[in-house]
């Protein structure tokens, strides 16, 4: 049974996601559909990479991605399908692909060419729901598409270090359901800059100076609960991602406030750290 995920900005309010699963079922006899989020931001294409990202990896090979966040055929915006690792992915030649692979290199990509089989103005999703049912059958994905050798990237969204490497600038690129902020600085680049020296990390007037291996390691639990730092805790640390990660301690955004509204952090707030 093929699996096949759903990563869109549709939301759940209109009838979008129910006519993409629709049209699946309609040209696939047995699959299995999951939705991995219809909450991405309108046109959010980091929201969209950093969540795929989240994700794709533990699904098993044969998995078959549909990504259909700012789709639509443009000059610009060609449709590809990819395979990388056993998997499949389709969507929108837009960049979102490069901050979903970051520096992986997928085993093939086409640009899909089936625009002009059909004489009407054939939709992303229709288009797509073709792809997959394709590869839903074993289809080469050549057939589909001409081969290329590279897909668009976003550069601007990644940090950049200083000349004398003694700072990174970064920038939020997500705030998740708990409210923690999600920066685009790796683990893997701080290290490489960092060199074990102190560092401080600012985000706007919020400074740390320690990385949590995570949110447990930053209580002590030898201390008895009442006499604990708990309550307001902020914590740095990787998350399972790998990206530097601000957060506060069972922070709850309806009640008590999180990472994002305490620290006044919103997408593509800029956070620096320095050596």
Do not use: W
């Not at 060609?78 to 992986?104: E, P, Q, T, W």
């Not at 990237?153 to 600038?169: D, F, G």
């Not at 560092?199 to 201390?223: E, G, Q, V």
């Not at 708990?230 to 406030?257: C, H, M, R, W």
């Amino acid at each position: 049974m093929s699996i096949i995920t759903l990563t869109t900005d549709y939301g759940n309010k209109d009838y979008f996601v129910s006519s993409l699963k629709a049209k699946l079922i309609s040209n696939i006899d047995i699959t299995n559909i999951v939705d991995i989020s219809h909450e991405i931001s309108p046109f959010n294409l980091t929201e969209a990479g950093y969540v795929l990202e989240g994700a794709f990896n533990n699904f098993p090979k044969g998995t078959i991605h549909i990504l259909s966040v700012d789709s639509e055929l443009t000059p610009e915006n060609k449709h590809i399908a990819i395979m990388y690792d056993g998997c499949y992915f389709i969507g929108a030649d837009n960049g979102v692909f490069s901050l979903i692979f970051r520096d992986k290199k997928p085993d093939q990509i086409v640009e899909i060419n089936l625009h002009s089989n059909y004489n009407h103005k054939i939709s992303a999703d229709d288009l797509f729901v073709k792809v997959a049912a394709h590869v839903h059958r074993s289809g080469p994905l050549n057939v589909v598409g001409t081969e290329i050798n590279s897909i668009k990237e976003i550069t601007n969204l990644r940090p950049v270090v200083n000349k004398e490497e003694s700072q990174i600038i970064g920038s939020v690129i997500y705030i998740d359901n708990y409210g923690n902020v999600v920066t685009n600085i790796t683990e893997k680049l701080f290290k490489e800059v960092s060199k074990t020296r102190p560092f401080t990390i600012n985000a706007r007037n919020i400074k740390f100076s320690k990385i949590h291996k995570n949110y447990s390691d930053a209580i002590d639990f030898n201390l008895e609960k009442k006499d604990r730092e708990e309550d307001g805790k902020k914590i740095a640390l990787f998350n399972n991602l790998s990206y530097l990660q601000l957060s506060i301690y069972k922070s709850n955004p309806q009640t008590v406030g999180s990472a994002s509204s305490l620290f006044g952090l919103s997408y593509r707030d800029v956070v620096s750290v320095y050596f």
